[in-house]
């Protein structure tokens, strides 16, 4: 992990941490690893899903006020 670029070492590091809090559902089972991996990866589309969600939201704003200073 020595090698990883600076910003991706960090990223990974604060995801590892966010994994580690839901420990409890994936430690006991009897292939941990893999679940632990599926957490990550919903984790991660946790974040694409509100960042899609505040683009949306974003572009629907603009698109009001492109419509509001044609009137």
Avoid at 15 to 31: A, C, G, P, R, T
Avoid at 43 to 56: C, P, V, W, Y
């Amino acid at each position: 992990m020595d090698d990883l670029d600076p910003k991706v070492k960090s990223s990974l590091n604060k995801l590892l941490i966010e994994v580690s809090k839901e420990k409890n559902s994936y430690v006991s089972q009897k292939n941990s690893s893999k679940i632990q991996m599926w957490v990550a990866l919903a984790m991660i589309n946790s974040k694409i899903d509100a960042l899609n969600e505040r683009i949306s939201k974003s572009i629907n704003v603009k698109n009001l006020k492109k419509s509001l200073k044609k009137l």
